[in-house]
């Protein structure tokens, strides 16, 4: 059996690598801050845990009670994909709320970082495949006014990752984690972005005009890309990894 961890599970990019997962051989840890029902009614190898990773200081509890439900006795292979993000705020950053820039750095670094770290550590003794892939984002390199929050957070968790796979190359039992840049996705994050005000966000035209022209893939189509990856055995411990192909894009303007 192999066993997977996934957060932001309730929509969007989450819930399309969840629903390619569902197989007999799979069991899956979903995790959200709100429980999605349809996902729970496609497979019967799923436990759903609701909870809001803003509470970082719960979050070893929450692992140890998913990494001790495993069976070692025939456990394949355990990974663990940190999906869940938040775009907001969207503003140039002396006009952000003190409450939001803690959510955006919180949910988008610590709570992955966290993750990552327990993980590792629950785990240690398990001698199985074992994987952790950080969905990141092309925002850490393409930067765009109105996002410098979202950008360093990803910009961040590339960093984190890099160097974990320093250290997990020196390990007896070594955890591969790589780091995936998927692109520009049809989600909610992306109709955040085209929907602020250009006096806050100069950016938000292009990201209506990238949505007008078919420019974005589908979660589905991206779900299925990601996995690949997550299976993919001649990949670098560390690695980032760019799926999208923005020459699509280059030079794009309002």
């Not at 692992?63 to 775009?87: E, H, P, R």
């Not at 939001?100 to 993980?119: G, K, M």
């Not at 984690?177 to 929907?195: F, H, K």
């Amino acid at each position: 059996m192999n066993y997977f961890i996934i957060t932001g599970t309730s929509r969007g990019l989450g819930q399309a690598i969840a629903e390619q997962l569902i197989s007999p051989e799979h069991y899956l840890f979903c995790i959200s801050r709100e429980k999605n029902n349809e996902l729970l009614g496609k497979g019967k190898n799923i436990e759903y845990f609701e909870f809001d990773l803003n509470n970082v200081e719960h979050i070893e509890e929450l692992m140890t009670t998913i990494i001790s439900s495993i069976d070692t006795s025939s456990v394949k292979g355990i990974f663990l994909v940190n999906n869940a993000a938040v775009i907001a705020p969207v503003a140039f950053v002396d006009s952000c709320d003190v409450k939001d820039i803690t959510t955006n750095i919180t949910v988008n670094l610590l709570a992955p970082i966290t993750l990552t770290s327990c993980f590792i550590r629950l785990t240690d003794e398990i001698d199985v495949n074992k994987r952790i892939l950080n969905i990141s984002s092309s925002s850490a390199k393409h930067l765009h006014p109105g996002m410098s929050l979202y950008s360093a957070t990803k910009a961040g968790l590339d960093v984190f990752t890099q160097c974990v796979g320093l250290e997990q190359n020196t390990s007896a039992a070594p955890v591969k984690i790589v780091s995936i840049w998927p692109g520009m996705i049809d989600t909610t994050l992306q109709e955040e972005a085209r929907s602020q005000s250009k006096a806050s966000f100069p950016s938000a035209e292009i990201f209506s005009m990238v949505k007008e022209r078919g420019m974005l893939t589908t979660p589905e189509e991206t779900a299925a890309q990601i996995i690949d990856y997550l299976f993919k055995e001649d990949i670098e411990n560390g690695e980032i990894i760019d799926i999208y192909d923005y020459s699509k894009i280059n030079g794009l303007q309002p």
